[in-house]
């Protein structure tokens, strides 16, 4: 099998000592919080456990925000915008976490995260670069109505971009990025997509995991790679290993990307700590950051697995890239109808 596999001990190379002092001070913190979730699950002192939870929370949140400052190609959503727009961005992520959120409402607030990760990533960095868009409204008297709108002008920002779908939990995000990228470009650019099928092998634990890019399975052009803003879109960040794995091998190849945008819902300190030392180019952008991974390499608090949440469990047989988009019914791929034409050219080509 043609097959490329990066093992977790590559991966903590690249970490420096300070790095490694950090993710220890933040598991040190994490252990009382996880204390007090006990307490909170036990009903004991539930009424000071929740109030220690929340100091807690507090204490690790700041000083979550003073590590991503000092590493300034790590952009958490909640760390870097006004503070009047961190509410709508705890909400979104509290309705994720939640297990009483159904299949649905979760597509719903992934669309949300992602739409404000766009604007973050793309959109505010031009907002001082504006064009104007004339819009017909379906008012006709006294005469048709025309509208003026001012928007970002993104235009350089996103006409050397390709999508890089990491299969299964990737592959709704990329859409809704290149959705983005359509709507907001002037003149509708359609993103080129390459789809790599890449997967983490289970039965290990974090310390010793395994990552595994399967190119038998995977749909792209590799030449088409080449000088290009690659763009990377996942749920979770948890460890960092699937995109390390991709990019190193693209890298080995001779591809040498211009820049390289790793977009979250939700990312792990460790994981972002990884990307950034391991891929120089790289910017990761996250709605929301996490302090630590459970044994099984697994985000805490975390949501759970983004990928059975958003496209529902496999049977026996995985699903292939054809199959997962006809699973999201007829509204997604209507909405998204440009980005499953160019999928579906990408892998029956």
């Known amino acids: 099998m043609n097959r490329i596999v990066l093992h977790a001990s590559d991966l903590d190379g690249f970490l420096t000592d300070e790095d490694k002092a950090t993710i220890d001070e ?4 994490y252990s009382r919080y996880l204390e007090l979730c006990s307490k909170i699950e036990k009903d004991e002192d539930r009424e000071n456990a929740e109030k220690a939870l929340v100091d807690n929370a507090r204490a690790t949140g700041h000083k979550l925000e003073m590590i991503t400052r000092a590493n300034p190609r790590i952009h958490v959503y909640s760390f870097e915008t006004p503070q009047q727009q961190h509410g709508e961005a ?78 299964r939990g990737a592959l709704l995000p990329s859409m809704i990025i290149s959705k983005e990228i359509e709507d907001y470009s002037s003149d509708g650019f359609i993103t080129p997509f390459a789809l790599f099928r890449i997967k983490r092998d289970e ?10 890019l399967d190119l038998d ?52 300190l460790k994981g972002a700590l990884r990307i950034t030392r391991a891929i120089p180019e790289a910017e990761v952008y996250t709605l929301w950051m996490d302090p630590v991974l459970n044994e099984a390499a697994y985000i805490l608090p975390g949501l759970g697995d983004a990928g059975d949440r958003l496209n529902g469990k496999d049977g026996d047989e995985p699903r292939n890239m054809i199959q997962l988009i006809a699973d999201y019914g007829t509204n997604i791929m209507n909405l998204y109808r440009t980005q499953v034409k160019e999928i579906e050219k990408t892998v029956l080509a």
């Not at 290993?241 to 211009?258: A, C, D, F, R």
């Open 90 to 167: 705890s909400r979104i992520i509290a309705k994720l976490r939640s297990p009483n959120t159904g299949h649905e409402e979760f597509l719903y607030y992934i669309q949300r995260a992602y739409e404000i990760m766009f604007s973050h990533a793309f959109a505010d960095p031009c907002i001082r670069n504006k064009r104007s868009i004339i819009q017909k409204t379906p008012v006709t008297v006294p005469v048709r109505n025309y509208a003026v709108h001012r928007i970002p002008d993104i235009d350089a920002a996103v006409h050397n971009t390709v999508m890089c779908v990491m299969l």
């Open 26 to 29: 933040i598991d040190n913190m």
């Open 217 to 268: 399975k995977s749909f792209f052009d590799i030449e088409k790679l080449d000088g290009k803003d690659l763009i990377f879109a996942d749920p979770m960040n948890a460890t960092g290993g699937s995109l390390v794995t991709i990019v190193k091998y693209l890298k080995e190849q001779g591809i040498k990307p211009k820049s390289i945008r790793f977009i979250n819902v939700i990312s792990a």
């Open 203 to 212: 039965s290990r634990n974090e310390d010793n995991m395994a990552y595994v």
